[in-house]
């Protein structure tokens, strides 16, 4: 006997498949929106199968002899772009937290919750490389635009990690702050910053590494940093140098990640506690 029929025999009426009909069609829409796109981009097909071999070509220049003298110089580029992409961090962090906190549901009122949360919508909307053009005008070829255009781009992505933390924080602390008569100031401090801190700490060394990332593309631009050295030397063909550029750049990325994640482990997890250390806790406890 069907599923069916032994629904109708106790008098049930199964629930209806749902119709896919408005999937499909959106898919469909979707697709042919993308192809129609991809139709109309001037993109030379009859290319396509030449570029695995200019790539291998242009890979041979700059990796087969790297120019080497001009490392001192790409180290010193290298920590300009790190400067520029921890102060970028810093002025980021220290302006989305406190306005991060006054956009979530439970701290700030709605007639300024709402007005901050579509501040960091138009914030994220506008990429670091424009409003590193934009202040280009204003404060000039220096990395200090550089810094400046990292740590205002970031604020929109960095306040919504705060806003968003702070909400899923767990009622029991604030519940409890509030039966003991504390007003919203005394909540913020004493129930969600606690509990909110080492994620908050943590996002802010990811925005340190994602200004790390992008500190080398304002540099594309003017802003400074080893992406100022990288498009010079890019720009007059000298792919040897190039090269070196792009393996310092490759590596010193990986050191900053590989740092900043460590860190980001130990405040979320704690520190770790060895053999020999566990078996004093546990002496301490027994005695």
């Keep these: 006997m069907s599923l069916s029929s032994s ?4 008098g049930l009426e199964l629930p209806r498949h749902p119709s ?8 469909v829409i979707v697709g042919v929106v993308v192809v129609g796109a991809a139709a109309e981009l ?8 030449s570029l695995p071999g200019q790539v ?13 003298e001009m490392l ?3 180290l010193f580029e290298t920590w300009r772009s790190i400067s ?4 970028g961090a810093i002025g980021c962090v220290l302006v989305s937290i406190p306005l991060g906190m006054l956009a979530a549901r439970s701290v700030g009122p709605v007639w300024l919750r709402l007005p901050l949360r579509g501040l960091f919508a138009v914030i994220r909307a506008v990429p670091e490389v424009i409003i590193a053009l934009l202040l280009l005008t204003v404060t000039g070829l220096t990395p200090f635009t550089g810094a400046l255009a990292l740590a205002i781009a970031g604020i929109g992505t960095q306040a919504k990690w705060v806003y968003e933390t702070v909400e899923s924080v767990q009622e029991g602390a604030s519940e409890a702050v509030r039966a003991a008569g504390g007003n919203t100031a005394e909540v913020t401090r004493w129930a969600l910053w606690p509990a909110a801190a080492p994620a908050l700490l943590s996002f802010a060394l990811y925005r340190f590494e994602i200004n790390i990332r992008t500190s080398a593309v304002l540099g594309l631009v003017g802003a400074g ?4 050295m990288l498009a010079n030397y890019t720009n007059f063909r000298q792919w040897e140098t190039v090269g070196m550029l792009l393996i310092v ?5 990986m050191l900053m990640d590989a740092v900043s994640g460590a860190i980001r482990r130990r405040i979320m997890r704690g520190p770790r506690v060895t053999s020999a250390r566990k078996e004093h806790l546990d002496v301490a406890r027994v005695s």
């Design 7 to 10: 629904a109708r025999t106790l």
């Design 20 to 27: 896919r009909l408005v999937p499909t069609a959106v898919a």
């Design 42 to 49: 001037p993109i030379p097909w009859d290319d396509l199968g």
């Design 56 to 68: 291998v070509h242009y890979l041979g220049l700059m990796f087969s002899a790297p120019n080497w």
């Design 72 to 74: 001192p110089q790409a």
């Design 84 to 87: 520029m992409a921890w102060i």
């Design 225 to 228: 940093g080893i992406g100022s």
């Design 249 to 253: 750049v490759v590596l010193a990325t």
